[in-house]
C-alpha cells in the first residue's frame, strides 16, 4: 500500500493494531460489535489451527513422495 518493504514482524504488528482499532468500533455498535469481534476470533483461531499453531508455511507445497519400485 505504502510501496515499502517492511520486515515481516512489522507487518504483522500493523495489521494486528489495524484489526484490533476495527473491532474496538465495531464493538461502540450495540448488537453488532460482538459478532464482528467473535468472527475476527474464529477466523484467527481456524488460520492458527491451519498452520499448526505456527508450526507450518500456510502457502508451503507438500513434501515429494518416494516411488519405491519392487
Known amino acids: 500500500m505504502l510501496k515499502r518493504d517492511w520486515h515481516p514482524a512489522t507487518q ?9 482499532f476495527v473491532a474496538y468500533a465495531f464493538g ?3 448488537c453488532v460489535g460482538f459478532v464482528f469481534g467473535a468472527m475476527l476470533a474464529v ?3 481456524g488460520a492458527v489451527t491451519l498452520t499448526r499453531f505456527g508450526g507450518q508455511d500456510s502457502l508451503a ?5 518416494a516411488i519405491v519400485s519392487g
Not at 504483522?12 to 484490533?20: D, E, F, M, N, V
Request: charged share 0%; hydrophobic share 50%; net charge neutral.
Open 43 to 45: 477466523i484467527g483461531l
Open 61 to 65: 507445497a507438500p513434501p515429494p513422495t
Open 28 to 30: 461502540l455498535i450495540p
Open 12 to 20: 504483522a504488528g500493523l495489521g494486528t493494531l489495524l484489526l484490533s
